[in-house]
Each structure stands twice: as structure tokens, then as C-alpha cells.
């Protein structure tokens, strides 16, 4: 009965939100517009100011008490509405930084400047803003740098309030927003400054809004994300960049030092051949079966990274999703292309990122990378190597080691979980994906290690958003989908 209850509240939520939706999507869009055309680079602080003094008179304008929270570094962005009496708490999490652009790579004059697009079958058209005034197409997208990641989420979020108060719908649980100004700097201030904040930030339960969703794009609900590590490796040649006919079989190459050293850490398969790697996973059916419910497509996947065999980490995507990886981001010896040049180089550095799991332990994981180069014979230091030690050892490596963000998962049948997925199938024809741990990483781990709160991510943007390159973009389909979802969670009765 209860549930019949819960399932004809949120109906009615969203059959009220319906009504006043069409005049609300384009001045939901014309602030997302507006919003985008502040700079966001997260290494620009005059920037990242900016945007917090326009969400603070946003914030403010619905009815939120602000406060600016001084970090390490960027200062984060608080907001709260009055409290209702002994009622529960979510804190909402998004991102207020975004990735760096180059102007060149995208298809427009400016990436704050958005532009409104349709595709036909010549491709992507721009459209006159002027086209808001009459009926909006679902298809159109808007592109510019931090459209879906993660600005559009953030005026989704306050356009749901104004639907909210227009149809004088109490928010039923207490509101907190925090929204981080390094994201995508790795978030380095944020464990000191959730531990210094601790009692603002108190709360029952943790919604994360980042990300896509399933590339189905059906309903997402995601209970965990992988963390993240970074080590450099650099090994040795001649101290000097050399003439490569003159000491091309004399001095040693750090390329090809490098290169034999690298190849070690898998096997042909692509499992990591580090021993000790994968301790402590553990693939049992039940997980497998949740795992097998994400309606993933392989021949799909398989085509769009035009691979003909994927590595064998797990038997199947989502599985390889559930162990740490351990991957070559970037690698640099020398000079290619028309700079190429005739030397023996003189370094050349391996860039990797491992990506963790729950079960695994990013100081841990470094432990037995380390182990395992000792026993390829290296000698590892954490400088630049001196000239004796260049003299002393034939096989030389720097480790200049990254700092960790961790991993979280949350149990998917807590009550709060239930509560979720009953709201979104309410809301939505199609079923909802629910995703154990996704790939990438946000830096949630803070908030759940001192608040003690279990955290659950909804994304709201497309899958094919190209987030962090050139050209992002959000689709007007997914602004109602955000719109509707912040809707009905804001005024829809914990159960």
C-alpha cells in the first residue's frame, strides 16, 4: 500500500510538472546560455570567482542562504534552504570548473559562446536563438564548453525550484547544495575542507549530479565510481641528447628501456601481470547477474572504439569495470613528426593512471609497481638521478608518484536506493539502468569518509556530450529529463 502511495505522489508530481513545462524550457536554456559564457578553466581563480558571483545571486533569487567556503585552493560554493524541522537532509554535489579549451579544435568562433544546433543529414546546423519563441525541438543541442559537464545540471537544479514554488509545491526534506571549483583539478582541497565544514555539511544522504547517462539513454542511477592515481615513470640515457650515428650502439636508448620495462605490467590478454593486482575482487553470481542487467551493447562498443577484441580484465564491459586498471595515459622520448631529429634522447617518461576500486588500495597498488621495477633490476629514485648514480647503475627510474582520490560504493537495496529507482521508473517509460561502479572518477570519497552518508550519482546529460573535448554539448531532450527528475526528488516524501 505504501508503495501505491509513493508511486501516485511522484505521478501527480510529474503530471503538475507537464503543465508548466513549456514555458519553462526556454528561460531555463537562456540561463544556461548565460552561465556558459563565464570562463571556467579551473587553473583561472579570477575565473572560477566569476561563476561563483553569478550562482550567488542565483542562489539567492530562489530563496537559498549562500556562503562562500575558503579552501587550500578555490574556494567552494554552499547554499541551503530554510530548514524544515526534524526532517531529513540531502546535499546535493556538482561542479562548477570545467576542462580547458582550444578555441581551433571546435566548430564554433568562441567555446563560452554557445550555439544553437540541429543535425541533418549534412550534419550540424546552427540555428538563430530567435527559434526559442516558437515550439522547441527535443533533438536540438547547445554547444559550449561545460554545457552538460557540469553547468547545464546546475540550472536544471534551479529552474526545478521556480517550478517548485509556481506550483506551491513544498520541498518535503532539508536542501544543501556544494558545489566544487576544482573538479577537474582532482579536487585536492576538498578532503581538508569537508572535514573543516563538517557541521554545514551534514546530511542524511549524498546525490551526486555528474556524468552521463547509460549510452541507452534510458533512467541511470549509479552506486559507485572508480578512483584515481597518477606515478610518472622516467628512465635514462646519455645525460645529453646525442648524435645518433655517433653513439646510436654505444649509449644506451631510454626509449627502448622504457618500452621492455612497460611491456612487463601485462600480459598478452591485457590482464595487469603485477602480482598481487587483483587481490580481494571477488565476482560472485549475485554481483554478476546485477552487473549483466545494464543493457550494454558489445558489438556496439566493439564498433565505436573500432577494436576487433577487448582486453580480458572481465569476460564482458561492465565486469572490466570492477578491477583497477592500470593505464599508459601518455608517453614522451625524444622528438616525432617534422621535429623529429637524429639523437639518442636523453629521457623518456611514462604517464600512467590507475584507476581503483573499493577493494584496492592506490598506496598499495604503487607498492607493488615499485616491487615489481626492482625486480626488472632498476634502480628507483624519487629525483632527478646524480651523477654518481648515473655512474653507479646500469638501469636507472624516477617514481614521481600522484595523490590518490578513492573509490565509493554504495550498497544498492538501502532504503534510500529503493526510493530512488521507484521515483525514476514512476517518472519515465523506460527501465532504469542501475550501474554498480562506473569507470571514471569524482572525487565523492570526502564527503562519505567524514559525513558517514551514502552517496548515489543521477547524471542528467547525454552519453554522446563530449565532455572534456572540443564541441560539448548538451541535448534539449536531456534539459527536460533534469528538469522533470530535480522536479519530482525535491517534491517527493522520503520514504
Known amino acids: 500500500m505504501k508503495k501505491i502511495v509513493f508511486l501516485f505522489f511522484a505521478f501527480c508530481n510529474a503530471m503538475m510538472f507537464s503543465q508548466n513545462f513549456d514555458k519553462k524550457l526556454a528561460p531555463t536554456i537562456e540561463e544556461l546560455r548565460d552561465f556558459i559564457s563565464l570562463p571556467n578553466d579551473a587553473i583561472n581563480g579570477e575565473d572560477i570567482l566569476k561563476n ?42 556538482m561542479h562548477i570548473d570545467g576542462q580547458a579549451v582550444d578555441p581551433s579544435k571546435w566548430n564554433q568562433e568562441d567555446p563560452y ?20 519563441d516558437s515550439k522547441i525541438d527535443e533533438n536540438w543541442r547547445i554547444f559550449g564548453r561545460s554545457a552538460s559537464d557540469d553547468k547545464g545540471p546546475i540550472v536544471m537544479f534551479l529552474n526545478a525550484i521556480d517550478l517548485l514554488k509556481e506550483n506551491n509545491k513544498t520541498i ?11 573538479e577537474e583539478k582532482s579536487s585536492k582541497p576538498l578532503p581538508k575542507a569537508v572535514k573543516k565544514y563538517r557541521e554545514l555539511l551534514l546530511a542524511d544522504y549524498l ?22 592515481t597518477t606515478i610518472n615513470l622516467t628512465t635514462y640515457g646519455p645525460l645529453k641528447p646525442q648524435h645518433s650515428g ?60 573500432a577494436i576487433k577484441t577487448p582486453e580480458k580484465v572481465g569476460s564482458f564491459y561492465q565486469e572490466a569495470l570492477q578491477y583497477p586498471s592500470l593505464n599508459i595515459r601518455g608517453l614522451s622520448s625524444g622528438w616525432v613528426g617534422k621535429k623529429a631529429r637524429t639523437i639518442v634522447p636523453a629521457t623518456a617518461t611514462a604517464a600512467i593512471d590507475i584507476r581503483l576500486v573499493p577493494e584496492s588500495d592506490g598506496n598499495r597498488l604503487k607498492k607493488l609497481i615499485k616491487q615489481h621495477i626492482k625486480k626488472q633490476g632498476f634502480y628507483i629514485t ?17 617514481f614521481d608518484s600522484g595523490s590518490i582520490t578513492n573509490p565509493f560504493r554504495t550498497d544498492m537495496n538501502l532504503p534510500f536506493a529503493v ?77
Not at 549534412?122 to 540555428?127: A, D, H, M, S, V
Not at 518535503?172 to 576544482?182: R, S
Not at 620495462?261 to 549475485?286: P, Q
Request: proline residues 6%.
Open 52 to 93: 561563483i558571483e553569478w550562482l550567488d545571486q542565483k542562489f539567492k533569487a530562489r530563496g537559498f542562504k549562500t556562503t562562500i567556503l575558503q579552501t587550500e585552493g578555490q574556494p567552494l560554493f554552499f547554499a541551503e534552504l530554510p530548514k524544515v524541522k526534524h526532517a531529513k537532509t540531502i546535499l546535493f554535489y
Open 113 to 132: 559562446k554557445s550555439v544553437l544546433k540541429a543535425k541533418d543529414k549534412e550534419g550540424w546546423k546552427t540555428l538563430d536563438w530567435s527559434l526559442l
Open 172 to 182: 518535503p526534506f532539508n536542501v544543501k547544495i556544494i558545489l566544487d571549483t576544482e
Open 207 to 228: 546525490i551526486i549530479n555528474d556524468g552521463p547517462l547509460h549510452v541507452s539513454g534510458n533512467p541511470t542511477l549509479i552506486f559507485g565510481c572508480r578512483g584515481i
Open 246 to 305: 655517433h653513439y646510436g650502439n654505444y649509449a644506451p636508448n631510454p626509449g627502448f628501456i622504457l618500452s621492455k620495462l612497460v611491456s612487463t605490467f601485462k600480459d598478452d590478454s591485457g590482464r595487469v601481470a603485477i602480482e598481487g593486482y587483483y587481490d580481494g575482487i571477488v565476482m560472485d553470481a549475485k554481483t554478476t547477474e546485477v552487473l549483466k542487467n545494464v543493457p550494454d551493447n558489445t558489438i556496439q562498443i566493439l564498433e565505436n572504439l
Open 382 to 398: 624519487d629525483n632527478v638521478p646524480t651523477l654518481r648514480e648515473r655512474m653507479y647503475y646500469d638501469k636507472i627510474l624516477k
Open 419 to 495: 526510493w530512488l529507482e521507484q521515483l525514476m521508473a514512476s517518472n519515465n517509460d523506460a527501465s532504469v539502468v542501475k550501474i554498480r561502479i562506473m569507470g571514471g572518477t569524482v572525487p565523492i570519497s570526502p564527503f562519505i569518509n567524514e559525513l558517514n552518508i551514502p552517496a548515489i550519482i543521477i547524471p542528467m546529460v547525454n552519453p554522446d556530450n563530449n565532455q572534456h573535448s572540443p564541441n560539448e554539448n548538451l541535448k534539449i531532450k536531456n534539459i527536460t529529463y533534469g528538469l522533470q527528475t530535480f522536479y519530482t526528488i525535491l517534491s517527493t516524501p522520503l520514504r
